[in-house]
């Protein structure tokens, strides 16, 4: 069965730290890879995307950037933080092609800027 | 990408079936409707998804009117772990990088 890994649960950076977030996948092979982030009480919104390694699509502009060096490794990453980076950033992954019908999420990294 | 309509919140009784209406009225022909729901501090989970037939799972059952501009996720007997936040998406069935997450609706159920 798959699985996918986010670290860490939790996280408190000052304003201007860089920031790693890692996402990994098991027990697939070229799944289709999401970073969506969730500010408090709100929907998630879609940052990237990605269907192969080193292919990064960004839906908006912002502070982050996002990268792919293995097939099932999806890291989230920034220069130097804003307070509006703090939020609920959510990895997920999905099946190609047809069964590209559900997305799986992991279990989230709330992350607060101070 | 249409977009949906859901009421803000909802309450139920536990035991009860909860009924979660959506509006998608400009949803197109290849567009499928979705349905997740996120418990507090976690990962959204997959519920259903339909595209004109009515579907129904070991989680739900879900009715799309006719003419495909609304649809009811239907839960037939709420339990308390069933209150969670409930996303209603269309997108096109091989898209997930549109799947578009609104506010959704909270269900409350109440014992």
């Known amino acids: 069965s798959q699985t996918i890994h986010q670290w860490p649960a939790t996280l408190v950076q000052p304003v201007g730290s860089p920031l790693s977030l890692e996402c990994t996948v098991e027990?697939?092979?070229?799944?289709?890879l999401y970073w969506y982030r969730q500010a408090a009480g709100r929907g998630l919104q879609l940052l990237f995307y990605?269907?192969?390694?080193?292919?990064i699509s960004s839906e908006v502009p912002q502070n982050l950037s996002a990268s792919r060096p293995q097939d099932r490794q999806f890291i989230l990453s920034s220069k130097k933080l804003l307070l509006s980076d703090s939020g609920f950033y959510l990895c997920a992954w999905s099946f190609k092609g047809l069964a590209d019908n559900e997305q799986f999420f992991g279990p989230g990294t709330r992350l607060t800027v101070l | 990408d249409a977009k949906t309509t859901q009421p803000t919140s909802m309450d139920c009784a536990e035991g009860r079936a909860a009924n979660l209406p959506c509006n998608h009225s400009t949803i197109s022909g290849n567009e499928y409707v979705y349905w997740y729901r996120q418990i507090h501090s976690q990962g959204p989970q997959y519920i259903i998804h339909g595209l004109k037939n009515n579907e129904t799972n070991e989680m739900a059952s879900l009715i799309i009117t006719e003419d495909r501009k609304s649809s009811t996720l239907i839960l037939p007997h709420a339990t308390l772990r069933d209150t969670a936040v409930y996303y209603c998406?269309?997108?096109?069935?091989?898209?997930?990088?549109?799947?578009?997450f609104g506010a959704g609706t909270r269900l409350f159920v109440k014992a």
């Open positions: 990605s269907v192969g390694i080193g292919q």
């Open positions: 998406i269309v997108r096109v069935g091989t898209g997930g990088f549109k799947t578009i």
């Open positions: 027990g697939t092979s070229n799944p289709n």
